[in-house]
């Protein structure tokens, strides 16, 4: 079983809609999760950190639930510019190595 | 712009050939961690240094060698490449593991 799993996609979201979409993650015990943006053949990017309370920023909604062990994001209103492949990510331990699913990309039409 | 330098940012390279790969972390960090990504997968993680040592290791073999120097940027070192390791080669530093960790722009390996 994968460290970290995730729907791959694509979501086809037009443009103004929203899309939410989640991944699991195996250890019971880690630490930290984030979701990180990559855009085609480009560095991982920090979207955000996700906390067991749920946090937002601006249209982007994270929510952690350590019960069932997954992470979930959502994108309101969707942009054209937010077409990119997102990345579930686990911290294990607090040394920073981190776990990556494969991504889910979506993509925004206008 | 992370701070966080790979070069070079693209080669290729023949099967059995070796190749070392550099990263500047950004500056004040000395935790450097080193991640694979293959075409249409997440970033694997290879190895960490902190402070001049091995930190961690992922499920790599022992082909992948890395070092990190006083100044803390780092080396990533593979021996006899195969097919399979063309990849994006992913260099992310931290400040003694924690707090935001950046990532480098990457390094694109072809091998052929």
């Known amino acids: 079983r994968k460290e970290v799993e995730q729907d791959p996609g694509p979501f086809n979201v037009p443009e103004g809609a929203t899309v939410a979409f989640n991944c699991t993650y195996s250890n019971s015990a880690s630490q930290s999760f984030f979701w990180y943006r990559q855009d085609c053949r480009k560095e991982p990017k920090l979207l955000m950190s996700?906390?067991?309370s749920g946090n937002e920023d601006g249209r982007f909604t994270a929510q952690l639930n350590r019960a069932s062990q997954y992470i979930s994001l959502l994108i309101r209103d969707s942009k054209l510019s937010d077409s990119a492949t997102y990345l579930c990510?686990?911290?294990?331990?607090?040394?920073?190595?981190?776990?990556f699913g494969a991504g889910t990309q979506v993509v925004v039409t206008p | 712009e992370t701070g966080v330098t790979q070069s070079p940012t693209h080669l290729i390279k023949t099967r059995g050939q070796q190749v070392t790969l550099r990263c500047s972390s950004q500056?004040?960090?000395?935790?450097v961690s080193w991640y694979q990504q293959a075409l249409g997968q997440g970033p694997q993680f290879i190895f960490q240094y902190y402070r001049e040592e091995e930190n961690g290791r992922g499920n790599f073999p022992p082909r992948f060698s890395g070092l990190q120097f006083p100044n803390y940027s780092s080396e990533l070192n593979v021996n006899a490449l195969e097919l399979d390791d063309s990849a994006l080669y992913l260099c992310?530093?931290?400040?003694?593991?924690?707090?935001?960790?950046?990532f480098g722009e990457g390094s694109w390996l072809t091998v052929v």
């Open positions: 996700v906390y067991s």
């Open positions: 992310a530093s931290s400040q003694d593991g924690e707090g935001t960790i950046y």
């Open positions: 990510v686990v911290q294990p331990d607090s040394w920073g190595k981190l776990q």
């Open positions: 500056s004040g960090h000395n935790t």
